[in-house]
């Protein structure tokens, strides 16, 4: 941009100003070196201290000025640098929140998989042992039902042949001694008919009658015996039938305490679908922890855009308000350049200050 020469009033005097900036830009810097400059005025002894002094008082208060702008852009670039830092920790934090609750649903998906897994082999455990204690107690009914049965067969049957025995054998006695009566009777009656003449052949027929009637009561006994021996048959047989119904309730027995182990592995699978349930519970409390804390993380990152809004909006006002003062202040002094154009003549220009773009821009 080529140089420039403009008319600026600096402290009640018109100097004319070379350099590349604009107009507005001269006259700005010209507008606040005036406000400056009448502030130190206004205060009191500083028109009774030296011309010299009262430079360096100004120098002073500008140079304070504008290290205390430069401090607070400092600030100001810091607070926006530790905001973005802060915010970039949270949109981490966040992104780390978000994978940990991911994490977090996938752990309750693969829980409540495994879950549903132990239920339904608790279900199918259940199932099992009721199906097993159903068919053992059919079992246990129907070996009692078969037992009974076969032993009051056993005992009818046994009853009935040593009842059978016992009356045939009561008969054949029965016959025996009726017919050895008989015999004798009728050797009486012949051996008293005959006295006289065959009481010797009556003795040995009634010795012979007597021995058959001896051998007949033997085979009767015999007849009975045997029939005792069947009857220890029949009764060795119950007995058999009542050890194998000892065995049928070992065998029962054993079927019970098998019965006992799939009840301790259905409460086994019990305890564990419990405490696959206690640790859903921990999941969604944990869950519920992370869904909290992110909303936390939230409304701190809320707060924090809230702040972040209300200082920008705020240094938009004092830039608005630091704009205003200054076309306010351009405007009185350029009112007063005017006043003081019309009411002395304009000097004459007896030299160009020129002023470097460098010391223009502070």
């Known amino acids: 941009m080529a140089k420039q020469y403009i008319d600026v ?12 900036e604009t107009e507005g830009y001269v006259q700005q810097i010209a507008t606040y070196l005036n406000g400056k400059i009448f502030q130190l005025k206004a205060q009191p002894g500083f028109l009774k201290m030296p011309e010299d ?63 549903e897994t132990a239920k339904k082999a608790a279900k199918e455990a259940a199932e099992q042992a009721e199906a097993a204690k159903n068919e053992v107690q059919a079992q246990i009914e129907r070996v009692k039902k078969e ?36 015999r004798v009777e ?16 009556a003795r040995e027929q009634a010795e012979a009658a007597k021995k058959e009637a001896l051998e007949q009561i033997a085979d009767a006994k015999k007849e009975a015996n045997d029939f005792r021996g069947e009857a220890e048959v029949w009764k060795q047989e119950a007995e058999d039938q009542r050890l194998a119904v000892e065995s049928s309730q070992s065998e ?17 699978a019990r305890q564990a679908a419990t405490a696959v349930q206690t640790e859903k519970s921990q999941l969604e409390a944990r869950l519920m922890q992370t869904e909290q804390e992110k909303q936390s993380v939230k409304e701190q990152l809320s707060q924090l855009e809230q702040e972040k809004q209300t200082i920008k909006k705020d240094l938009e006002e004092s830039l608005q308000e630091a704009g205003a003062a200054r076309e306010e202040l351009a405007a009185v002094r350029q009112a ?20 470097k773009d460098a010391i223009l821009r502070l």
């Open 252 to 268: 029962i027995a054993s079927l019970q305490d098998k019965l006992e182990i799939l009840k301790q592995q259905l409460e086994e």
């Open 186 to 201: 009728s050797a009486e009656k012949a051996a008293q008919d005959r006295a006289a003449r065959a009481e010797q052949t």
């Open 53 to 115: 002094y009262q430079s360096i008082m100004t120098y002073l208060n500008l140079a304070d000025d504008y290290f205390k702008e430069k401090e607070s852009a400092k600030a100001l670039a810091s607070d926006k640098e530790s905001m973005e830092k802060e915010t970039y920790r949270l949109k981490h934090e966040m992104v780390s929140t978000q994978m940990k609750l991911e994490s977090l649903r996938n752990e309750r998906t693969v829980s409540e998989e495994e879950l």
């Open 147 to 182: 037992a009974q049965e076969q032993i009051e067969a056993v005992k009818k049957t046994a009853q009935e042949q040593v009842e059978f025995a016992r009356k045939e054998a009561q008969e054949q006695i029965e016959r025996a001694k009726r017919e050895v009566q008989d």
């Open 9 to 20: 009033l600096i402290d009640g005097k018109v100097y004319s100003l070379g350099g590349s």
């Open 336 to 355: 007063q350049v005017e006043a003081y154009m019309k009411r002395k003549p304009f000097p004459k220009r007896q030299g160009t200050v020129e002023l």
